[in-house]
């Protein structure tokens, strides 16, 4: 109430905004570098490293989830919970992306949607923890950060934050984004490729084969308008991909040093990546990492828990997108299989009571992690696919769209999700079982998930 006691509803001018401002917040999740003097070291060297991409991609991708905001495409984000220093190579990298693309044709394909693709990779190297400490055996060390910040490896000493990871996370988000670039726009992504996508251990399972009729009926199409006259030599969406790279903006040194301004508009880009999103831990209002991702111009996300209330996701609305910029703002919920219809429904109604255009998605992952009975993190296939369902459900009843899933995944063989049509049970959890953080699905499961998700998005 203001001194006169009329209650003033007028939002205050927007505060001035530079790439440091959130020095000046609450910081969660942030390690503390030992010695200071390295760490600014560091900084400077980055500040002066070129941008991974550009800002006209980044508006590229805005663009796109306008799009998804609207209700007239589908955004598939997907990658590894935490990118790996140790686990790095070009086959990695390659069959990631191959499983991404087929996820891809099997949505576009199936359900008759444009797909917006975007990696959580080239840049995702930084994790926040429940738990700042660790308990391996009898000792306590710190936890876990990610890559960027320090070593899994369960020894103290390997514990220690050490920002001159930043600088590697930042050569290996390169060479990394190098090949993305040389697959999607090389001839590799190209759809008269998309049988080559099919991995071996993929295309002799049920879902490898139903993809293959899926690719063998694309070859046809294309044949079909070959024949036809149509000249399909030249037409640059059958023989190149926009591919997307994402992360979560969590450790603010390095996203800071990254942020540049942009020659064309003047405005900051975070260069890091091309969307970058705030998770389920760092979303205070008046935190850090809300008030570093207001002032770039990328498209930002953030994650929504199930203890999210509807008014905070309103003021994140407005905080993050005053101007009401479609494909500016995309929100992921990630409630877990038992709350997503009573979490989620009052979130969206409340959004699209305000009026926000936003592109909600469902990260079906990060509420259903259990841990099984040997102690190792795990998701069962059955509970992703029940939050997607949920999520559908909560979508269709209130009228909005469900426009995307964000999920984790490799193109390796592992064994780290239970279920699937493979149908991995406990047992087999430890025999490939390589995340650096939360359990991924495989090859084969993700392509199964496509199969799903096509199928409600055909029914929505
Ligand atoms: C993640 O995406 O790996 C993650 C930690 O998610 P959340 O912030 O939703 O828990
Ligand atoms: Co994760």
Redesign the pocket.
Known sequence: MGPTGIQHHQEAAPRPWQPSSWRAHEASQLPTWPDPAVAAEVRSELSKLPPLVFAGEARRLTRGLAQVAEGRAFLLQAGD?AESFDDFSADGIRDKLRVILQMAVVLTYGAGVPVVKVGRIAGQFA??RSSPTERVGNLEMPAFRGHIVNDDVPIPSARVPDPRRMLRAYHQSTSTLNLLRAFTKGGFADLSQVHSWNQQFVAASAEGRRYEAIAEEIDRAMRFMKACGVDLSTDSPIHQVDFFTSH?ALLLDYEECLTRQDSLTGDWYDCSAHLLWV???THAIEGAHVEFVRGIGNPIAV?L?PSTQPDDVVQLCERLNPARVPGRLTLVS?MGIDKIRSALRPLVKAVADSGQPVAWVC?PM?GNTFASGSGRKTRHFDDVLGEIQGFFDVHRSIGTWPGGVHV?LTGDDVTECLGGIGDIIEEQLPLRYTTT??PRLNARQSIDLAFRVAELLRSS
């Open positions: 919970c994790k926040p979560e998770g389920e831990r994650k828990g990630r990260d990060h984790e953080c939360d």
